[in-house]
């Protein structure tokens, strides 16, 4: 069941945030509880601000607008949580377990790392993303505490040279011992890198390090893909690499100066 609806505060409507939900949506108080908790309904103002509307009891004003984005199936997911790498206090290092995403989308956040990261610290501290990893995805990803830290730290990011980033992937055939592929990706420059770590003829996969010095949207699946040796468990990219134990593509490394203490960082997850 999926509800996809905006509804407007109008002056005989209840200003209870739950009250108006209960009277314009056909779902119980406690379903109602669960999604606003998960993040799955939002709050514009009269000036236009949204944000993820959580607590039941909030105030309502006339002219304001809900949106309510609602999925039974995605609310029924229990997100694995991620491991916590390193805290530097402005910023934290997470090692992300498959099927999360980085952060939410409209239909809620529940099962995102930003989303987990931020109920993990006591007391609360603010999180902001700094990059991103494929919902299939797992290993390495940073969350900063800070607007600053966030800021100098996505410019690593940005800067493909300030920043090394290592993955362990395992793909379907026999690759080279090494290369380097720099396809463009959507008309973006895009350059990977790839060193063979093990070749096992029975299941006919290779084992390789890859570094990547760009971002781009499915970077290392299509890369490795458009030579022939796609991601095995890509559930979007390639043919004959399809299988039951999940996409086998993981950030195991990540070194760069730090811009708040200047020291040299390195974090591992293996």
Same mark, same amino acid.
């Given at each position: 069941m999926q509800i996809d609806v905006v509804l407007e505060v109008e002056a005989d409507d209840s200003l209870i945030a739950i009250d108006f939900?209960?009277?314009?949506?056909?779902?119980?108080k406690s379903r109602l509880k669960d999604?606003?908790?998960?993040?799955?309904?939002?709050?514009?103002?009269?000036?236009?601000?949204?944000?993820?509307?959580?607590?039941?009891?909030?105030?309502?004003?006339?002219?304001d607008r809900l949106e309510v984005f609602y999925d039974d199936e995605l609310l029924a997911i229990r997100p694995p949580l991620p491991k916590l790498i390193a805290d530097h206090v402005q910023y934290s290092v997470w090692d992300k377990p498959p099927g999360l995403l980085s952060q939410g989308t409209d239909w809620g956040d529940h099962a995102s790392v930003l989303r987990l990261v931020e109920l993990y610290f006591k007391p609360r501290r603010d999180v902001f993303l700094v990059h991103r990893l494929d919902r299939e995805a797992s290993g390495l990803i940073i969350i900063a505490h800070a607007r600053k830290a966030a800021a100098q730290l996505s410019a690593l990011f940005a800067d493909g040279k300030a920043i090394t980033k290592r993955y362990r992937v395992e793909v379907l055939g026999d690759a080279p011992?090494?290369?380097?592929?720099?396809?463009?990706?959507?008309?973006?420059?895009?350059?990977?890198?790839?060193?063979k770590v093990k070749y096992e003829?029975?299941?006919?996969?290779?084992?390789?390090?890859?570094?990547?010095? /760009? &971002?781009?949207?499915?970077?290392?699946?299509? =890369?490795?893909?458009?030579?022939?040796?796609?991601?095995?468990?890509?559930?979007?990219?390639?043919?004959?690499?399809?299988?039951?134990?999940?996409?086998?593509?993981?950030?195991?490394?990540?070194?760069?100066?730090?811009?708040? /203490? &200047?020291?040299?960082?390195?974090?591992?997850? =293996?």
């Open positions: 939900l209960v009277d314009n949506i056909e779902l119980s999604m606003m908790n998960k993040g799955a309904v939002w709050h514009v103002d009269g000036k236009n601000h949204r944000r993820r509307l959580r607590r039941a009891m909030s105030d309502l004003a006339v002219g011992e090494s290369g380097e592929i720099e396809t463009p990706i959507e008309g973006q420059a895009a350059r990977t890198r790839f060193a003829p029975h299941p006919n996969r290779s084992t390789l390090d890859v570094w990547i010095e /760009t &971002g781009r949207k499915h970077q290392i699946r299509r =890369h490795m893909d458009s030579i022939g040796f796609p991601v095995m468990g890509d559930p979007r990219y390639g043919v004959g690499n399809k299988n039951n134990e999940g996409m086998r593509l993981k950030a195991v490394e990540i070194s760069f100066d730090c811009p708040i /203490t &200047g020291e040299h960082q390195i974090f591992s997850a =293996h």
